[in-house]
């Protein structure tokens, strides 16, 4: 069977930094609506975390498949399995592009099986305690990219395709 490509969508800061606290460590309304709009319609693979920090997330014909150890969390049309393998499993039998959207130990697991990664590059080192794993020694391919700023911080968005 042909599996399905594997997207990674992320905004990261220049120092890896993607998290703080359990929220964004950068509030970039042009890379939410990006994010919103590039995750719509689609199968979102996420950690427990951000599945709980993102309450409208069956909006816009989302699916998700949330990794954790906790079962009770599942519910119709949301799916849990325990680990990412089960989670990748599960994403290619159901319809739809599938999107990986995070955070750490998913991003570090799944990214050796990237063939995307819509990147959305913040040119700040910001203070956090969750990281983007390194992704820059890894072969990619820039398709497209668009520079933006706003009164805080310049960003790129970029969609790379991996090279194999
Ligand atoms: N900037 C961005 O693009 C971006 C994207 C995503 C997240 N973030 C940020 O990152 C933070 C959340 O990410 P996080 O890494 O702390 O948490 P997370 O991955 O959302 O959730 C962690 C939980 O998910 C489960 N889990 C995650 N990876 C697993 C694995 N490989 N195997 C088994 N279970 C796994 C476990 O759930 P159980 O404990 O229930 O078993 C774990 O406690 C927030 O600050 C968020 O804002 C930023």
Redesign the pocket.
């Known amino acids: 069977m042909n599996q399905k490509p594997l997207t990674l969508?992320?905004?990261?800061a220049a120092n890896r930094i993607?998290?703080?606290?359990?929220?964004?460590?950068f509030d970039l309304p042009e890379d939410k609506q990006w994010?919103h709009d590039q995750t719509a319609g689609t199968i979102v693979v996420?950690?427990?975390?951000?599945?709980e920090?993102w309450p409208r997330v069956r909006q816009d014909g989302r699916t998700p498949v949330v990794?954790?150890?906790?079962t009770a969390?599942a519910s119709p049309g949301v799916h849990v399995v325990?680990?990412?393998p089960q989670a990748l499993a599960r994403a290619q039998q159901l319809s739809g592009e599938i999107m990986i959207?995070?955070?750490?130990?998913?991003?570090?697991?799944t990214l050796p099986l990237a063939d995307r990664l819509l990147l959305?590059l913040v040119h700040a080192d910001v203070p956090?305690?969750?990281w983007?794993p390194e992704w820059r020694h890894l072969e990619w391919r820039e398709s497209w990219s668009k520079e933006s700023a706003d009164a805080n911080y310049r960003y790129t968005f970029s969609v790379l395709e991996r090279r194999r």
């Open positions: 969508i992320v905004a990261c993607i998290g703080r606290a359990g929220r964004l460590p994010f996420l950690g427990r975390i951000c599945y920090t990794i954790s150890a906790n969390l325990p680990d990412v959207c995070g955070g750490q130990r998913i991003y570090e697991e959305t956090g305690d969750t983007f």
